[in-house]
């Protein structure tokens, strides 16, 4: 049985609850255990064991991490339990430190991760789609929704991970199309995961 862990990485405001990502995040659930996957579940903005959660990421072929775009980045609480759990498994249990050796101190860095299964970031954004992969918009300049994510990339790389295609849904608060997101997202899910 395939066993993956579910991140919710949002963090609730007055004017962000989290519907949408909590909706996305019980919507990818549900086609998990459909498909027989055993399923494990993380809320960043809730209360959780460090250890515990180290051990989630040892014990899962896939992390999917469904999260909100917060200032070009993760969620204030998303960012702590990355700073908490990805560092006391930093040593040991998740990587081998930075991947380099005494015998080839400036080779290899970032390459020391243990882990060997697959993630994707499942992204919920106010930008419209137009926003990304188009030079005359000017405030990406032409960047596209994964080199604004690349940090989070990296992260992942650190622990040897291997990236899926990328799901966003995007312009939620200002002109949110639900439905279609909805629809898009379980597509996604069939091609990319659930149909391999």
Known sequence: MKKVLVI?????????????????AEKAMEAFKAAGYEVKVTKTQDEYDVEEEVGKFLWADLVFVQ???????????????MDEVFSAGMMGSLSDGDG???????KNYGLGG????????????????EAFNDPEEKFFNGASEDDLLFPMHL???WFGLRPLKTFMAYDVMKNPEVEVDFKRFEKHLQEEILNR
């Open 8 to 24: 919710n990485g949002h963090q609730y405001y007055p004017f962000s609850e989290g519907k949408l990502n909590t909706s996305l």
């Open 155 to 157: 992260n992942f790389k």
């Open 100 to 106: 380099r050796t005494s015998a080839a101190p400036k």
């Open 67 to 81: 999260m909100p775009l917060n200032w070009m980045g993760v969620s204030w609480s998303f960012k702590k339990y």
């Open 114 to 129: 243990k882990l060997n299964g697959q993630y994707m970031l499942s992204v919920t954004a106010n930008a419209p789609k």
